[in-house]
Each structure stands twice: as C-alpha cells, then as structure tokens.
C-alpha cells in the first residue's frame, strides 16, 4: 500500500522561505516519479515540479514556469522522502500542496499521477 505524507506547511509572510517535506512508503521510491503539485480555492491543480530518475545515480527535475528560480525539488532514497525548497514565496502561492508519485508517467498531468498524499496548507501573507 504506498503512502505519501507531507508536512512543512504553515503560515509565512511574503519574501520568505520554507521546505517541504513528504515521507513515501510502500513504492519502490528510486525509479519513482515523484511530484508537487498545487491547489488554490476555485482553481484547478496544477503543477509545481516533478524528480525523476535519468539513470544511474542521476535525476532529473522540472519545474513550472511560475516556481523557476524559486523552488527546488530534490529527494533522499535513503530515506524515501521528497522535498521542495521553496524561496521568495509570493502571495499567489497560496495553496494546498500535494505530493504525487507515479512509477513511470513522467509529465506534468495532474490526473495521470497514481498516488497522492493529503496535502499541506502553505499560506503566504503579504
């Protein structure tokens, strides 16, 4: 049964930074395709980045137009966990953030993701 767990939300003011963090179990989390996505109040989710093996030891990230320069994803194997970095938040990123996982879709299509956590609230203050 695979499960996805975020935490590192909470309540920022505009200009800060914050981490997020989601602890993955049950899925074999180095192959994985690992995702954040988002969701504001009457707005669709949409995409934030996505890590994905490219082999090796090499990963790949991308990103959303809008986080560019701002958010970094990276992983830990070690320790099945997904993070994103993020800096410079703006109010607009207000949002609940998810954390997405799929064993080999490898885009940025919300509803191709198979398994998804409960999402963490961030809020940016201005």
């Known amino acids: 049964q695979v499960q996805l767990v975020e935490s590192g939300g909470g309540l920022v003011q505009a200009g800060a930074s914050l981490r997020l963090s989601c602890a993955a179990s049950g899925l074999t989390f180095a192959t994985s395709v690992m995702g954040w996505f988002r969701q504001a109040p009457g707005k669709r989710r949409e995409f934030v980045a996505t890590i994905r093996w490219s082999g090796g030891s090499r990963y790949y990230a991308d990103y959303a137009d809008f986080v560019k320069g701002r958010f970094s994803i990276s992983r830990d194997n070690a320790t099945m966990t997904v993070y994103l970095q993020m800096n410079s938040l703006k109010p607009e990123d207000t949002a609940v953030y998810y954390c997405?996982?799929?064993?080999?879709?490898?885009?940025?299509?919300?509803?191709?993701?198979?398994?998804w956590g409960q999402g963490t609230q961030l809020t940016v203050s201005s």
């Open positions: 997405a996982a799929n064993p080999d879709y490898t885009g940025t299509d919300y509803y191709r993701y198979a398994y």
